[in-house]
């Protein structure tokens, strides 16, 4: 009779509390990978966070119906930054994790509260911030005549893309709902905006090392450098993006080297 009960405690404890196994996480965090691979318009990401989802669906769900109803609360629209999805995914693993019966609800609130502030986030950071970096370090080396050009700025990119996909899955799964509590930390307007200011620094030092290389230094250029420094406090301080600024100053930059190679 005791090893009955025992089974049966057993089985119950299975079926109410999900075994998350770290191979899972592995997993899960190789098929975030492949978030945007089945992108459509209708739900965005919905496919691609569903298939990442996937991995756990035998774990919670232990009939046909519970299967169905999970596919289903993770096929409903979702869009956000492809590497900040993370938070979503992890807090939506803690949610399924529980014991709650509420767990569409729930895991809409979150998707749909942090659609827009994890897109804007992820574009600052990643699109209007560290790529335009990456390039402009992997093509100040690629120009010095080294191949270390290419392998440096895929480096530079996917070292903080990485961290990302792993920081996010671990904090959304500690914090769950409170997830929202995350995003607002100053570290992450901070990284955005010590992002651009290195950036801008790049820029400024790949100009002058091709005016150096090019040219005898002379005054004038010291002055030019200058202007471009006051050039890029100005436009950081009344926000101007990226993609504006550096295609202005490296036309600048080749119309000044023009006119003094005509001279």
């Known amino acids: 009779m005791s090893e009955i009960h025992g089974a049966l405690r057993r089985n119950i404890l299975g079926m109410n509390a999900a075994s998350i196994r770290k191979s899972d996480w ?12 089945a992108w459509n318009y209708p739900r965005m990401l919905a496919l691609g966070f569903a298939n990442s989802m996937a991995q ?11 299967r169905v109803d999970f596919l289903l609360r993770h096929l409903e629209f979702f869009n956000a ?14 949610v399924e994790d529980g014991r709650r019966n509420d767990k569409s609800e729930r895991v809409r609130k979150i998707k749909n509260g942090l659609c827009g502030p994890l897109g804007s986030l992820g574009d600052q950071f990643f699109w ?5 970096l990456a390039g402009i370090v992997g093509a100040v080396i690629a120009l010095r005549g080294s191949l270390w050009g290419p392998i ?10 990485l961290w990302v996909r792993y920081w996010g899955l ?10 929202f509590s995350e995003l607002v930390r100053p570290l992450y307007k901070k990284s955005i905006r010590s992002i651009r200011v290195l950036g801008a620094i790049a820029v400024g030092f790949f ?57």
């Open 207 to 263: 100009l002058s090392v091709e005016c150096v290389s090019s040219f005898q230094v002379s005054i004038s250029y010291l002055v030019l450098f200058l202007l471009f420094i006051i050039y890029y406090w100005v436009a950081l301080k009344r926000r101007v993006s990226l993609f504006f600024v550096i295609p202005v100053a490296l036309i600048i930059g080749f119309i000044t080297a023009y006119i003094r190679c005509s001279l």
């Open 152 to 161: 440096v700025f895929l480096a530079v990119y996917n070292l903080p893309h």
């Open 128 to 132: 209007n911030g560290l790529r335009p």
């Open 81 to 94: 930054h492809p590497y900040f999805a993370s938070f979503v995914l992890g807090a939506a693993i803690h």
């Open 26 to 37: 592995i997993h899960i965090f190789f098929r975030s990978f492949y978030i945007q691979a």
């Open 56 to 66: 756990i669906i035998n774990r919670i769900c232990r009939t046909k119906e519970e």
């Open 170 to 179: 671990r904090r959304g799964f500690e914090l769950g709902p409170r997830v």
